[in-house]
């Protein structure tokens, strides 16, 4: 049943929705993980290691995850999509920045 690629493709999505519906609940409502609106977007989310200007993990950052609003989480997909035929692609360094690692920079 799942040497059909077709399968593959539609217990992958079937998967996939799950996940995001899970995930999703966590988030601000019209915010969305960007992995979730196009995993082929590179993220480097540098303040959840010592990576950083600061030498050290922010405070505030769980995941090494890029979180967006809906519509900018489109505009770079759109964006993405326009590069790909030219072997080229998105890498996003930061996104939305939780007060927590803001108050933290102060400090």
Avoid: H, W
Avoid at 58 to 84: F, H, K, S, W
Wanted: net charge negative; hydrophobic share 45%; aromatic share 14%.
């Amino acid at each position: 049943m799942f040497s059909n690629p077709l399968n593959r493709f539609f217990l992958c999505c079937a998967f996939s929705v799950l996940a995001l519906a899970v995930r999703a609940a966590d988030l601000p409502e019209g915010f969305v993980y960007l992995q979730s609106v196009d995993p082929s977007i590179l993220q480097d989310i540098r303040y959840y290691s010592s990576d950083n200007f600061t030498g050290q993990r922010v405070e505030g950052y769980q995941n090494p995850v890029c979180i967006l609003t809906m519509a900018a989480a489109a505009a770079l997909r759109e964006v993405q999509d326009e590069l790909r035929p030219f072997g080229l692609g998105l890498k996003i360094f930061d996104a939305y920045r939780p007060q927590r690692a803001v108050d933290d920079f102060i400090a």
